[in-house]
């Protein structure tokens, strides 16, 4: 107010006249009202001279515009009370003050502190009628538009002051209203305070402080006595309730003013209702202190309590902002024992079970400072701890270069859990850390011994900030380990396992964002689920580094990465202007990577010029490389180069040089003017397709044109390869491609299958680069594709696909090499998830295997819907004659060696091993995204026969595959219709018989046939697997299998046959249970007592029988007969453990007798 009135004041003096007056009277208000940060513009500024000037408008600005508009300003005064000592202002008013919002400040306090006391002017200064009726404040002052109206008076004589102000919201807000009254004389010092400020619910102060509910609001403040004993006596009240009362009293002493405070209430209501039972109904506050005149703070006693809170303490404060002492002691806890609901703001509620923190210093007892601190229980949104601890020690001290501060910190966290499940396995243990500090004033702030501490990893470092005022410098040292990378594995969101070591150290500021950082990391054993990557990074791997970025850019000292056969090596200056970067790497051996790979791999990179126009290259040599992939081992058989060279130019990557050559494979790209020459010429096709030796050449030009290329291609080659492509090609395409090709070109995109036969196509390219803007036609002729997945081959494929509309229609027939004819066609989208609608129909299809079925199909398969995944099969088959054999061993194999390693294994041997499922890991199949739907019928009413084992049966029936191609599940099965069960010439007639699918198609039998002789009936019952089944002996009464077996056979007790019965017995049990009569030989040769029983099947398809029996310890004889009635007897005795004899005799009467010598080693 001061800055106003005395320049309006001056305006009382001598002027000259009128317009030029009025220009200077303009310029002297704008002059004095303005100042550092602070514009003033007077518009329509007139009667200088009278006793009523007024002012269009008045308008304050700072650094960011005008923040205070005063409209139709006036000023009635008497000029006359001058001559009398006086100012006399009868009228000081504004049509219209607009407060956009709050000016910006800068101003700072003053460390000193000063009394108090009504200013001494000159003159008397007497204020009548202030204010405005339309005072409008903007939305960011108070957070929404504020309409009001103020009114004041004031008076200042002879060291005395009285002032009244009202403040009335006006608008159509809730009514709210402040009133400040007060007078002071400077004589006796008497001060007398009068404000009050009321609000109706929902009002400004509600909002601000989100009050619960947005009640009414009631502030009050007075007092009325000397300033050196004032007390003011303050009541805070919501909704018509007293909150908070009590008094706050400033006291005058001869080293500086003293203040006590004593308040309480019952603040719970004015809180969100979860921080009730933090606050209760009882809060207390007191608090006993002095503010001396040096500026040093003493604060005797502070005390807060509260339900679950007791805060108290002391502190003294020397003027320079160093304690003298301190004591702090706070607790958190609930009297109930309860979780309490800590009073922070936030989304989610934080909650502790208890916590105590103990601070204490004293400089006249001992000069080092304590700190305890635990936290028990604490819970947050996606947090929990049960154990925190604080714990810390140290110096505070003063010296003749200033102030000293040191000391140590320690914590530790136990029961840390996470809702994160990424970064849960690195909590779960709990973590731990230290610290120690040291500060001097004008001194760095160094901390050393930083630590962080997990149970298998930690990082420890030291640090020293200074120089803030120059952009804040830091330097350092820090050092990580972590033993076992697994616990991280998830949030790197990929496996991980290894160890890793590293130290990084560097100096900088951090504000100007220049330093240098130099470091090494070190790892033993990592994997990070990539799986050439996890066999490069064995055993030891290293990367060192060193950077430094100032003014002129980013320096690359060092780079460089070395892990078993790789190592690599950058360095160079990176800058706006001049990039110069330089990288080499090598690769000695391939097989680094994966064991199919081999060979040396070596290569140059370079970047060079300014950021926005970059040169790069990329020069390369390959030795006798191989990639496991025969057709791409044949091509880089020798010494391969590269040479490339690009033009990088932001988005834009120009082609100038490419070179890419070995003994077979030639080609280039080399910029001619605006074009682009291409020129590709492999020696050979045969290296790819053995029958169609010969060269093929790729020349043509490709030209810039806007943002695509301009395109004239043409290929040619053996077996009647030429093809040619024209147009442009680009973020869109209008190309034409036509010619003949051979399929086999695709086959290393379509493996394990191969395919072969002449392509011809005639297709345009329009729109967008993808397979929906095709469009034309692509023939297939006398075609073979063949499956290792697949008993058999198609043969003689006739296709067409006629592209249109991002749609194909496609037609096709083939023989099947097994036998039989497909035919079909349909058409599908050329877009994802490629839609379609196929049939095909069978006719006379026959599939076999040798040892285990055939049958001839008939029918119609339908596939509709997405095929890259959720497609619907669907489909009718007649089975004609069908034949199962169940084999006479089982099919067990040898299988493969385990562990076994191929050393410089060959492509095409490794091909041949993965085409035959040998390699292991992924399936390399194509499977979809989401398995097919199932619903096929399969009709054999007849003629399904099963036979092998002596089993002679047919059956009928029909299946429905349901499911899906992942999960089949097929219902329904094939019955008896009739059969037999031939055993050494006992024919027993099957009873019962079924074939059912299981699985993934897995057949299985279940055949009972049945017999009665003697008063015995006897069964045999063949379930299982199809292809191995056991077989089980019944009877009824219930005997031992081996015995149901003899009765079955010879209608004899078992102890009752001879040498030749019991091989026919043991014949008949090969002939049923093939692997699985194991079982029933070891029953009978128990039940005659033998020490060996076995049967063999000799080359000529001769069955033998082997009784073996120890007639003493160190004798042993053999019978073997065989089924063409053929026998012989072995004796065996043993002389020595080394020394053995042998005799032996046979029904022709050919005798043998020897000696052996025999030692194990």
């Known amino acids: 107010m001061k800055r106003i009135l005395f ?5 009382a003096l001598p002027a000259q006249a009128q317009e030029s007056d009025r220009d200077f009277l303009t310029g002297l208000l704008e002059d004095n009202l303005s100042g550092a940060g602070r514009q003033v513009i007077v518009t329509g500024f007139q009667g200088a001279l009278s006793s009523q000037a007024t002012i269009e408008r008045l308008t304050i600005a700072d650094d ?15 000029r006359s009370a001058l001559l009398g000592g006086r100012v006399s202002v009868n009228q000081l008013t504004a049509d219209e003050i607009i407060l956009d919002r709050l000016p910006k400040t800068e101003t700072t306090a003053s460390p000193e502190a000063g009394g108090f006391a009504i200013p001494e002017l000159p003159v008397s200064v007497e204020l009548g009628q202030l204010g405005t009726q339309r005072l409008l404040l903007g939305e960011s002052v108070l957070g929404e538009p504020i309409e009001a109206s103020i009114t004041a008076r004031a008076a200042i004589d002879g060291g005395q002051g009285a002032a009244q102000l009202t403040l009335e919201r006006t608008d159509d807000g809730p009514a709210a209203k402040i009133e400040f009254g007060g007078s002071f004389d400077n004589a006796s010092q008497q001060l007398v305070l009068r404000l009050s400020a009321s609000e109706a619910a929902g009002g400004i102060a509600t909002r601000l402080l989100n009050l619960p509910g947005n009640p009414a609001v009631d502030l009050s403040i ?18 018509g309730q007293d909150r908070l009362t009590g008094q706050i ?5 001869p080293d500086g003013q003293a203040f006590r405070a004593n308040l309480a209430g019952d603040l719970a209501p004015l809180f969100l209702p979860e921080y009730a039972d933090f606050f209760g109904n009882d809060l207390r506050l007191t608090a006993d202190g002095l503010r001396r005149s040096s500026g040093a703070l003493s604060l005797n006693d502070f005390d807060l309590s509260a339900r679950s809170i007791q805060l108290s303490g002391q502190l003294q404060l020397r003027a320079d902002g160093l304690p003298d002492s301190f004591n702090l002691t706070a607790d958190i806890a609930d009297p109930a024992g309860q979780a309490v609901t800590l009073p922070i703001a936030g989304e989610t509620p934080v909650q502790i079970t208890k916590a105590h923190l103990q601070l204490g210093y004293d400089s006249r007892s001992d000069t080092g400072w304590r700190l305890d601190g ?14 925190l601890a604080l714990s810390g020690a140290g110096r505070i001290g003063r010296s003749t270069a200033g102030a000293v501060v040191g000391g140590s910190l320690r914590f530790n966290g136990q029961g840390l859990a996470t809702d994160d499940p990424t970064l849960q396995p690195v909590l779960a243990q709990g973590l731990s850390g230290q610290a120690l500090f040291h500060w001097q004033e004008g001194q760095p702030l160094a901390l050393s011994n930083l630590t962080l501490q997990g149970p298998d990893f930690g990082l420890q470092g030291n640090l020293r900030l200074s120089d803030p005022a120059q952009g804040l410098r830091l330097s350092g040292k820090a050092t990580i380990n972590a033993d076992d990378l697994t616990r991280f594995a998830l949030l790197a969101g990929r496996p991980l396992t290894g160890a890793v070591q590293g130290q990084v150290s560097g100096q900088g500021l951090l504000l100007a964002g220049a330093g240098d950082v130099t470091g090494q990391i070190d790892t033993t054993n990592v994997t990070i689920g990539q799986p050439h990557a996890d066999r490069l990074l064995q055993g030891q791997a290293q990367l060192a580094f060193a950077v430094t970025r100032d003014a002129t850019g980013i320096t690359l000292k060092q780079l460089d990465v070395t892990a078993r056969q790789l190592t690599a090596r950058a360095q160079g200056q990176l800058s706006s202007t001049a990039t110069d970067l330089t990288a080499q790497i090598a690769l000695t051996d391939l097989a680094a990577l994966d064991p199919a790979y081999g060979g040396a791999l070596s290569a140059d990179l370079a970047l060079k010029g300014p950021l926005d126009n970059l040169t790069a290259t990329l020069k390369g040599n390959g030795t006798s490389l191989r990639l496991g992939i025969a057709e791409a081992d044949r091509l880089l058989a020798g010494t391969s180069t590269l040479d490339i060279e690009l033009g990088l130019a932001g988005d834009r990557i120009d082609l100038r040089r490419a070179l890419v050559q070995n003994p077979q494979l030639n080609a280039s790209a080399q910029t001619q003017g605006e074009a682009i020459a291409l ?6 096709l045969a290296l790819l397709l053995p029958d169609f030796p010969g060269p093929v050449t790729l020349t043509g030009t490709a030209r810039p044109q806007g943002t695509a290329y301009a395109l004239d291609l043409t290929g040619t080659g053996p077996g009647g390869i030429n093809a040619r492509v024209t147009g442009t090609y680009g973020s869109t395409a209008a190309l034409r491609l036509s010619g003949t090709a051979q399929a086999g070109l695709a086959n290393v995109f379509i493996r394990p299958r191969t395919i072969t036969g002449p392509v011809s196509f005639d297709l345009a390219l329009n729109g967008p680069p993808q397979l929906s803007s095709l469009s034309g036609t692509i023939t297939l002729s006398r075609a073979r594709l063949a499956d290792s997945a697949l008993p058999f081959s198609l043969a003689g494929i006739e296709a067409t696909a006629r592209l249109a509309a991002g749609r194909a229609d496609v037609t096709f027939s083939t023989a099947v090499s097994s036998g039989g004819q497909i035919t079909g066609g349909g058409s599908l989208s050329l877009s994802p998830p490629f839609t379609g609608d196929l049939q095909a129909s069978l006719a006379q299809v026959i599939l076999r295997d040798p040892r285990l079925y055939q049958t001839r199909l008939n029918g119609d398969v339908r596939i509709s819907g997405p095929l890259t995944g959720g497609a619907l099969v669907t489909g009718n088959i007649l089975l004609n004659e069908t034949e199962i054999r169940v084999p006479d061993t089982g099919l067990g194999a040898a299988g493969s060696l385990p562990d076994l390693q191929h050393v410089a294994e060959p492509a095409d041997v490794r091909e041949t091993r993965r085409r035959a499922g040998l390699l292991g890991g992924p399936d390399t199949s194509s499977t979809a995204t ?3 739907a199932l619903d096929i019928t399969i009709d054999a009413p007849e003629r399904v026969f099963v036979r092998g084992r002596g089993l002679d049966a047919e059956l009928g029936g029909s299946l429905r595959l349901t499911g899906t191609s992942d999960n089949i599940q097929p219902i329904g099965q094939f019955d008896l219709i009739r059969g037999r069960l031939d055993i050494l010439g006992k024919r027993l007639e099957i009873a019962q018989a079924s074939l059912q699918m299981e699985g993934n198609f897995d057949p299985r039998l279940d055949i009972l046939a049945s017999t009665e002789s003697e008063g015995i009936t006897a069964s045999v019952r063949v379930a299982g697997r199809a292809f191995e089944p056991e077989v089980t002996f019944e009877s009824s009464p219930d005997l031992p299998e081996e015995e149901i077996l003899s009765r079955l056979l010879f209608a004899r007790d078992l102890t009752s046959l001879s040498a030749f019965q ?3 017995l043991a014949s008949a049990v090969a002939t049923l249970a093939g692997r699985g009569g194991e079982g029933i030989v070891a029953k009978l040769r128990k039940g005659f007592g033998l020490d060996d029983l076995d049967v063999s099947t000799a080359e000529d398809g001769n069955t033998a029988v082997k009784l073996g029996k120890y007639i003493s310890r160190n004798a042993y004889t053999t019978i073997e007969v065989e089924s063409d009635g053929t026998s012989e007897i072995q004796l065996n005795l043993d002389i020595t453990d080394s020394i053995t004899a042998r005799g032996s005799v046979d029904n022709k009467g050919d005798t043998g007798i020897g000696l052996f010598f025999e030692k194990d080693y």
């Open 7 to 11: 320049p309006l004041l001056f305006l």
């Open 64 to 78: 960011q515009g005008i923040w205070l508009t005063l409209n139709g300003v006036v000023l009635d005064w008497n």
């Open 222 to 239: 007075s007092g009325d006595g000397p300033i050196s004993d004032f007390t003011a006596d303050v009541r805070l009240a919501s909704a």
């Open 249 to 253: 009293e400033l006291i005058e002493r």
């Open 374 to 387: 635990a936290l028990q229980g604490l819970s947050t949104s996606g947090f929990r701890a049960q154990d």
């Open 679 to 684: 020129n590709a010429r492999l020696a050979n």
């Open 930 to 932: 989401r398995p097919f």
């Open 1062 to 1064: 019991l091989a026919q």
